[in-house]
Every structure is written in C-alpha cells, then in structure tokens.
C-alpha cells in the first residue's frame, strides 16, 4: 500500500495499535476540509505494529489528549517536505474535559458547566483523578 507524503502538514506518528481512530475522533480530524489519512497496524521494526496519522496541512493539535490516550506518540511538522519540528509527547499532569468523572455525586454532575478536570496521581499505571471529588478514571478496555 502506497500513501503518498505530505508537502505541508503533521504526521502523528507511533501510535499504539488500534488507538489511531480514537486519536482521530478525539482531534475531531473528520471535521477538517484537507486530507487526513488514518493508516492502522503498520509494520514497526520498534513497536511490532502501529498506526500513524497524516494530516496534509499544518493544524494546531492537542498535545495533552494525544498524551492522555499514548503517551510514546510523535508529532512530525512538515513544510516544504522537509521536518522542521518533532514533538515528543508525555502524559500530562492534569487534562480538561477529555474525559468526563463517572461519579453521580460529584459537583460536575451538577454544575454541568464546569469543567471536568483530572490530575495524575500514578504515572505508572496511568491513573487520573478528578480534582472535584478524588474519583479515579476508570478507562473502559
């Protein structure tokens, strides 16, 4: 399979297998008018297998929902098809309405305008918090 480079545009690349298409609904990637190709479980020599997203065009991206969903991404900035930039992503420390807290009693069930804030209490095993009432994010596998 060929896909062709890109002239001006990001590759979001080393993604974890089969996350490729919740980075692109979570980036809202379906709303832009350039091209955009999701390419899933790629040969990796690194990873096993990976997906990589490409965007042919230059667009502000989110890093904190790119490091929230796969901490090991990389985010290529192309122009003139050359690299000109490469963002190594990490997990960030708090995320805001990326995910939202489960916790019926929790003052954002109720203040629905509020934000739904997390902080990360264990990098190791990746676990968030909601800054409101302490309930852990359970992600959904």
């Known amino acids: 399979m060929n896909i062709d480079g890109i002239t001006n545009g990001l590759v979001i690349d080393h993604i974890e297998a089969g996350k490729g298409m919740e980075l692109y609904n979570a980036l809202h990637l379906g709303d832009l008018e350039c091209s955009v190709a999701l390419i899933k479980n790629v040969v990796s020599h690194k ?3 990976k997906d990589i997203i490409k965007v042919d065009e230059v667009i502000d991206v989110d890093l904190n929902v790119l490091g929230f969903i796969d901490p090991n991404i990389t985010v290529n900035t192309i ?3 050359e ?3 490469k963002a190594h992503i990490e ?3 708090k995320v805001t309405n990326i995910i939202k807290c489960k ?3 929790c003052i954002t069930s109720v203040e629905q305008e509020l934000p739904h804030v997390f902080k ?3 990098p190791e ?3 968030y918090r909601c800054v409101y009432c302490e309930t852990k994010y359970e992600e959904n596998k």
Do not use: A, C
């Open 79 to 81: 122009k003139n098809n």
């Open 47 to 49: 990873m096993g297998k």
């Open 103 to 105: 916790n019926p009693r």
């Open 125 to 127: 095993k990746r676990i």
């Open 91 to 93: 997990l960030p420390q």
């Open 120 to 122: 990360l209490t264990d």
């Open 83 to 85: 690299i000109v930039s």
